[in-house]
């Protein structure tokens, strides 16, 4: 049975100052982490906000070139690992399935406004359980998310 994620935000991991997009199970308590490389998280962080660029960028002309064929992004499926390198999914609603790293998918799932999903064995074997909300510290990361800016994610090296 899919698992359905939000994507929660970006936080960037001390001391490595690598970028982690944080997923959160929509029905239970439990967060998918993914370390992502800097332009990645610069993407869906403007994806997020619902940031339209001037010209487009990379996520953007994706998603235009699948409307350009006529079809639409239908679901992401985060879809496996192997060690530390997750698998993605883009289903479309002509039923094609294309291979993408989960940041570029999450970026277009965000552009697309599309659902995300992930396997139940997935999120059990990777996930980590979500503690209690707390609100002021619920509060203060969205205070986070609101204020960050792409130039924060400038100049890091990474993969996803």
């Given at each position: ?40 998280a ?5 994806a ?78 990777a ?20 204020h ?13």
């Open positions: 049975m899919p698992v359905e994620l939000e994507v929660v935000g970006i936080r960037i991991e001390l001391p490595a100052n690598q970028p982690i997009v944080l997923l959160k199970a929509v029905y239970q308590p439990r967060f998918l982490p993914i370390w992502i490389g800097s332009g990645e610069n993407a869906i962080g403007i997020q906000r619902g940031l339209e660029p001037p010209r487009p960028l990379s996520h953007n002309l994706m998603a235009d070139i699948i409307a350009a064929y006529d079809d639409e992004l239908k679901e992401v499926v985060i879809t496996g690992r192997e060690q530390h390198i997750y698998y993605a999914e883009l289903r479309t609603e002509n039923g094609k399935a294309i291979s993408a790293r989960p940041s570029d998918a999450l970026a277009l799932a965000l552009i697309a406004d599309c659902p995300v999903y992930t396997t139940e064995e997935l999120i059990e074997e996930g980590i359980e979500a503690p209690e909300a707390d609100e002021e510290e619920v509060a203060q990361f969205r205070e986070f998310l609101d960050v800016s792409p130039e924060d994610f400038e100049g890091e090296a990474g993969q996803s």
